[in-house]
């Protein structure tokens, strides 16, 4: 059974740093894509990042609105997926899921996520 | 970057109703597109990918079609439990992007 389970939410002021972690089991951490997506409060969807997997060097991407202040990473000895977070805004204010990538056709879509992690960023 | 423009937001439906939600994409994404449903206080759940094929587990009465820019999500017989929110997510190419989603609602 495929698991995800993120970690590390908490309230830090604007400026503050923040990371949160998430662990995965029933599958082969290192074959798969992993994402980060948010959604703030009573609003939609947002891709926030991802990760590729070890045959792609575990390169990543990342949406605009955090390029330079959130960084993925992740360790395949503990199936942990990480995301760092600086320099953090009232906007990032939001509950962080984390979320498997499967690839088909030379592209990977979401399948599975967890039940996310809230970050509330305010003075 | 590619917008997805989900129509409509909000939707009124009756339990045995057939409900179609659109998603329409600024720029063609071929049939790299994935739907979602998501329940108050829970995680969002993969329905479709490739624009039609039905993920694992997930009732016969979903059903998605399109490629290129329009795209369509259908319920072919609203059941109770199906009353929640969908998006669509693109994921051709780098930023992956979501609808802005469309909340099922009891009539």
């Known amino acids: 059974e495929v698991q995800l389970e993120e970690s590390g939410g908490g309230l830090v002021p604007p400026g503050g740093s923040l990371r949160l972690s998430c662990v995965v089991s029933g599958f082969t951490f290192s074959d798969q894509y992993m994402d980060w997506v948010r959604q703030a409060p009573g609003k939609g969807l947002e891709w926030v990042g991802r990760?590729?997997?070890?045959?792609?060097?575990?390169?990543?991407e990342y949406a605009a609105s955090v390029k330079g202040r959130f960084t993925i990473s992740r360790d395949d000895s503990t199936n942990s997926l990480y995301l760092q977070m600086n320099s953090l805004k009232t906007e990032d204010t939001a509950l962080y899921y984390c979320?498997?990538?499967?690839?088909?056709?030379?592209?990977?879509?979401?399948?599975?996520w967890g039940q996310g992690t809230l970050v509330t960023v305010s003075s | 970057d590619i917008q997805l423009t989900q129509s409509p937001s909000f939707l009124s439906a009756s339990v045995r109703d057939r409900v179609t939600i659109t998603c329409r994409a600024s720029q063609g994404i071929r049939s790299f597109l994935a739907w979602y449903q998501q329940k108050p206080g829970k995680a969002p759940k993969l329905l479709i990918y490739a624009a039609s094929t039905l993920q694992s587990g997930v009732p016969s009465r979903f059903s998605g079609s399109g490629s290129g820019t329009e795209f369509t999500l259908t319920i072919s017989s609203l059941q109770p439990e199906d009353f929640a929110t969908y998006y669509c997510q693109k994921y051709d190419n780098y930023p992956l992007t979501f609808g802005g989603g469309t909340k099922v609602e009891i009539k």
């Open positions: 979320a498997r990538g499967t690839m088909l056709s030379g592209v990977s879509y979401t399948d599975y």
């Open positions: 990760s590729r997997n070890k045959a792609n060097s575990y390169t990543t």
